[in-house]
C-alpha cells in the first residue's frame, strides 16, 4: 500500500510562511490526484487543496490566493506553500489519496505571536 508522509509543519506568527511536503512511497504520476486537507481541534476535517496528474488544482475558498499546491514528480512529493498565514489556520495538515483510505500522519501547522 502506498505510504505517504507528511513534514515542514511548525510555529510561525502571523502573516508568516511554510512549505509542507507530503512524500509518497510510489510514482505519483500513477497515483494520479493527490490532495491536503487540515483538522483544527473540534472540528471535522476539510479540503485545502488538490492537484491531478494533469496539474489541475482545486482550492478552498478559505485558502484561495494564499496557499498553493505544487508537485514534483521526480521526487514523488506534493508541496502546500502557505503565506500570508493567519490564527484560524492553525491544524493539523494531512495528505490524502481521494477515494482510498491513504492518509498521512499529519503534520502540525500553528499560527500564534
Known amino acids: 500500500q502506498v505510504q505517504l508522509v507528511e513534514s515542514g509543519g511548525g510555529l510561525v506568527q502571523p502573516g508568516g510562511s511554510l512549505r509542507l511536503s507530503c512524500a509518497a512511497s510510489?510514482?505519483?504520476?500513477?497515483?494520479?490526484?493527490i490532495g491536503w486537507y487540515r483538522q483544527a481541534p473540534g472540528k471535522q476535517r476539510d479540503m485545502i487543496a488538490t492537484?491531478?496528474?494533469?496539474?489541475?488544482?482545486t482550492y478552498a475558498d478559505s485558502v484561495k490566493g494564499r496557499f498553493t499546491i505544487s508537485r514534483d514528480e521526480i521526487k514523488n512529493t506534493v508541496y502546500l506553500q502557505l503565506n500570508s498565514l493567519k490564527p484560524e489556520d492553525t491544524a493539523v495538515y494531512y495528505c490524502h489519496i481521494p477515494e482510498t483510505t491513504v492518509w498521512g500522519q499529519g503534520t502540525q501547522v500553528t499560527v500564534s505571536s
Open positions: 492537484s491531478t496528474r494533469m496539474g489541475r488544482t
Open positions: 510510489a510514482k505519483i504520476f500513477e497515483i494520479g490526484t
